[in-house]
């Protein structure tokens, strides 16, 4: 349930910086990318110990 409270605000994000004017780009994409990397330490931190081990 957490995971997709997460998930849709990334997809609002997304849909934010697809429509919003180029003179925000920047300021869009340091917010995207904070989104992309709270949305990968999520599914590592939902995943099992020994896929974790694994992966790193």
Request: positive net charge; aromatic residues 22%; contains cysteine.
């Amino acid at each position: 349930m957490i995971l997709n409270y997460y998930f849709q605000k990334a997809k609002v994000l997304f849909f934010f910086l697809v429509n919003n004017p180029t003179n925000m780009v920047f300021c869009n994409l340091v917010i995207f990318f904070r989104a992309i990397l709270l949305l990968v330490s999520l599914f590592f931190v939902t995943l099992p110990k020994e896929f974790k081990k694994a992966a790193i």
